[in-house]
């Protein structure tokens, strides 16, 4: 996948996140990827990083996900070649930087890394779904577009941890809430999937929710960020927090 | 006035007579017993004794008079109802309100207010304007108001285009009222008593006797009692007691808070209601603002208060009336609605001979009060179910016969 | 606030769940006539007391198991569906009259 530089407005015919509105304001930076468009960067990348750092919300909506779920979900992942989490409600990495969640014993989660180059969630995409309707009932196997249906934010830094304790329940500081664990949680009163998936050194939260949530939930995270100086980052930001490690 | 007073004070009328009969032993016989005496079961004893003759009737109560669900409702008056049969119903209901404290001579500090329901999306307002319609081809006064008119009937509602939900339109019952609830109650029994009814408090009923399918007495705390007829009207306790007399409900029981302010001066006249936002807000006669919603999330018998409700009605009330967040709290409480799968209540003959159901009175059962009273009493005396009750019997769950009022209800009441 | 414990994903508020109704056995639709079906549907024991109900949690759509008594608001315990339901159930309609 090749990263296609370009200033805004973002490149005709492409998916856009619900957000769109809202980055364009912001003179946000756009990057192609794929048939979407994802906010590369909002300003200086030198200053941003050092936002993202402290406490950053990044709109990775344009990213390749997907989801799996039934009782034959995990024979079938692992017949795939599918690294699985032990437990429900943790996740793993993959060879090919992917992040594999179980959401319960028969549902899965696969999340793209940042360049969206993941071959595991782009393979799976087509080809794979059509042989899933063909098999057995048995095997019971069944496909989520979660690209479709669930938005996905990234909220990083130092901060984060203290910031999302005004909007959720469950305690996410560190040494509570493990980098691979998932929390599925009320947050800001929105259903949301919580995932740490640490940039190197620095904690992060994916944030999944129902897509048409979204631009609610990005306003209620900004609104509680903000005395952290919480700011939106884009994510050219996380990828070179990333590369630190 | 301290003359006035103190000639009062030395007058016959003083000290001011019992409102009902002291407790008495209970009879052996009764021809009707009703069990619960709250509006409803105070509104049939007063109607049998009064029009029907039937005085024979012991009213039992495991509590105190009035003390339940008669105590704990918001008090609200209203007939704008969705369906042909709940209009009817209802329209009865208020009119009979209207001249309660006539019918009385007792004051039951009825006001005729109005009531407002708040549109905040499109859809509201369609059924808005199916509402009014039917409303009005029943002789209710319900119509569509605009924004406008809105402003000028509530003045110090929040009509900012800014807020989260912008206030849309509305439809406005002029029929709308508010009562003294335990007034009403009180007013009953004293009529009742008056004619020879038997009120017995701490009087609780722990089994009811069938034979061959017909009622033919209660036991109580008290001792046991042989009855003609029962009736029940326990409004949240529906299913306890109906399951003695071996009959199985469509009702679960929900908690349904509300809490109330400090008295203010008065600035508020009607009582407003957004089913969007969930909530209700009026000002009594006293100043204080009462705030209600909707029921707990999931069925109890208890009636506590919960942190997470007095939230969600502060914030919808707030979203309304920005100028309450001054405003001090000075309680909240909880009362035990039967609800029933269409919102409509369950009157009329149950499978039990001579044992006549009051119940699924949700949180429409105050408005009902003197109707229910009207027409139980008819059924017990005359054994013919009314017309204008017909359609709320217990079978029409199984003739799949239901009347929704869900959408006139929800967070109005 | 009060806590309900997911056999899942652990202790929540309460206010993350979503009542599901008494946990009744359905009867087979084919083998039911309509006032069968209407009581199974629309008529409830409304117990004051245990009773055994189902719950969702609304974050992660999981549907389970609790008993709870509903004067006291005590939750009992929480389970799995699994303990109650080992293989899948089929809604097929039998063939025939479709008018």
């Not at chain 1, 509570?176 to 929390?183: C, H, L, R, S, V």
């Not at chain 2, 008056?194 to 399918?213: A, C, K, N, P, W």
């Not at chain 2, 119940?359 to 009314?386: N, S």
């Not at chain 2, 003739?399 to 869900?406: L, S, T, V």
């Amino acid at each position: 996948m090749t990263h296609v530089n370009s200033s805004q407005p973002a490149m005709q015919n492409q998916r856009r996140s619900p957000l769109y509105r809202r980055h364009t304001e912001l003179k946000a930076e756009f990057e192609s990827l794929g048939d979407a468009s994802l906010v590369s960067r909002y300003g200086e990348l030198a200053a941003e990083i050092e936002s993202a750092a402290q406490l950053g919300l990044a709109d990775l909506s344009a990213l390749p996900r997907i989801g799996f779920k039934g009782a034959g979900a995990p024979q079938w992942a692992i017949s795939q070649g599918i690294k699985l989490p032990e437990s429900p409600n943790h996740s793993v990495v993959q060879d090919d930087g992917a992040l594999v969640g179980k959401l319960s014993h028969q549902e899965l989660l696969i999340l793209s890394d940042l360049a969206g180059s993941s071959a595991l969630v782009n393979s799976l995409e087509p080809v794979q779904i059509e042989s899933l309707k063909q098999s057995e009932p048995a095997a019971q196997t069944y496909h989520l577009p979660r690209a479709h249906s669930h938005s996905c934010l990234a909220v990083t830094g130092t901060a984060a941890a203290e910031m999302f304790s005004k909007v959720c329940g469950v305690d996410l500081r560190s040494h509570k809430f493990a980098q691979g664990q998932i929390a599925q949680t009320s947050l800001a009163k929105i259903n949301a999937v919580i995932v740490r998936h640490d940039l190197a050194e620095t904690p992060c939260f994916y944030v999944l929710s129902d897509i048409s949530t979204v631009e609610f939930l990005w306003d209620c995270l900004l609104d509680a960020m903000q005395e952290y100086a919480g700011v939106p980052v884009g994510v050219a930001a996380l990828r070179s927090l990333a590369a630190r490690g | 006035m301290p003359f006035g007073l103190l000639k009062y004070g030395l007058s016959r009328d003083y000290p001011a007579k019992h409102h009902f009969t002291p407790a008495t032993e209970l009879k052996k016989h009764y021809d009707v017993v009703i069990i619960g005496a709250g509006g409803h079961g105070t509104a049939i004893a007063y109607n049998l004794a009064k029009y029907h003759g039937i005085t024979n009737v012991a009213v039992l109560e495991k509590s105190y008079l009035g003390g339940g669900n008669t105590a704990r409702n918001t008090a609200v008056i209203r007939s704008n109802y969705l369906t042909e049969e709940g209009v009817e119903f209802y329209r009865e209901s208020v009119k009979l309100y209207n001249n309660l404290s006539n019918e009385f001579n007792y004051n039951v500090m009825m006001e005729n207010r109005g009531q407002l329901t708040l549109a905040h999306s499109d859809a509201a307002i369609r059924s808005f304007r199916w509402r009014a319609e039917v409303n009005q081809h029943m002789g209710v006064r319900s119509e569509l108001v605009d924004r406008q008119t809105i402003a000028e009937l509530v003045p110090n509602l929040n009509m900012s285009e800014d807020s989260r939900f912008p206030i849309m339109a509305g439809l406005w019952h002029a029929d709308g009222a508010t009562a003294r609830h335990d007034a009403v109650a009180w007013g009953y029994a004293k009529g009742a008593c008056e004619r020879g009814v038997e009120l017995h408090q701490l009087t609780e009923v722990e089994d009811i006797e069938v034979t061959q399918g017909r009622v033919t007495a209660v036991k109580t705390n008290r001792g046991r009692v042989e009855c003609a007829a029962v009736v029940q009207a326990v409004a949240g306790a529906s299913s306890v007691v109906a399951k003695k007399a071996g009959i199985r409900l469509p009702i679960h029981c929900y908690p349904l808070q509300a809490m109330v302010t400090q008295p203010y001066k008065p600035i508020l006249t009607p009582h407003v209601s957004s089913p969007h936002v969930h909530v209700y807000v009026h000002q009594t006669s006293r100043g204080e603002f009462v705030i209600g919603g909707g029921s707990d999330p999931y069925p109890l018998y208890h009636t506590r208060a919960t942190l997470d409700q007095r939230e969600s009605l502060s914030a919808a009330a707030l979203e309304l009336f920005p100028f309450l967040s001054q405003a001090r709290m000075l309680r909240q409480w909880a009362g035990t609605t039967d609800m029933t799968p269409d919102y409509s209540p369950i009157m009329g003959l149950s499978p039990v001979e001579n044992y006549y159901l009051d119940a699924g009175w949700g949180t429409w059962g105050f408005k009902a009060t003197p109707i229910c009273g009207v027409t139980m009493a008819e059924l017990v005396a005359t054994k013919k179910v009314p017309d204008i009750i017909k359609p709320f019997e217990l079978e029409r769950f199984y003739n799949y016969e239901q009347i929704n009022e869900a959408g006139a209800t929800a967070a109005s009441h | 606030m009060k806590l309900l414990t997911c056999p899942l994903n652990g202790p929540r508020n309460i206010s993350e769940f979503t009542y599901g109704g008494e946990y009744h056995p359905m009867p087979d639709p084919n083998k039911t006539d309509p006032r069968q079906w209407a009581e199974h549907v629309f008529f409830h024991d409304n117990e004051a007391g245990i009773v055994t109900e189902w719950w969702c949690h609304s974050a992660s759509s999981f549907w389970f198991l609790a008993e709870r008594n509903t004067i006291t608001d005590q939750v009992i315990r929480t389970f799995e569906a699994s303990e109650l339901f080992n293989q899948r159930v089929d809604f097929a309609a039998e063939s025939g009259d479709n008018s």
